[in-house]
């Protein structure tokens, strides 16, 4: 199983991006896609989800900034980040909980920087 992320990247506070996440290989069954994010000197924390059936969940610092979505045919989750804010600041990583174990499979990472 492979998750590739694309789409971080360096931007001012107030701006937008938009993060992709696809997953290719051999699974099961996916469950829930979704990102975590960790900050320099911080732990690993979820910052979005979407479950198979379309519920999605959120970390409240970034409620109604974020939004998830997914692209059930591609295997692929999206982040799209609006009015960014310094803190922001991240590697972002891609996560898939997959089969009957809820398994987790990580991608590997991408730097999103929003300067002040």
């Known amino acids: 199983v492979q998750l590739q992320a694309s789409g971080g990247g360096l931007v001012q506070a107030g701006g937008s991006l938009r993060l992709s996440c696809a997953a290719s290989g051999s699974f099961f069954r996916i469950n829930t896609m979704g990102w975590y994010r960790q900050a320099p000197g911080k732990q690993r924390e979820l910052v979005a989800q979407?479950?198979?059936?379309?519920?999605?969940n959120y970390a409240d610092s970034v409620k109604d900034r974020f939004t998830i979505s997914r692209d059930y045919a591609k295997n692929t989750v999206y982040l799209q980040m609006n009015s960014l804010k310094p803190e922001d600041t991240a590697v972002y990583y891609c996560?898939?909980?997959?089969?009957?174990?809820?398994?987790?499979?990580w991608g590997q990472g991408t730097l999103v920087t929003v300067s002040s």
């Open positions: 979407i479950t198979s059936g379309g519920s999605t």
């Open positions: 996560n898939i909980k997959a089969g009957s174990r809820n398994y987790d499979y």
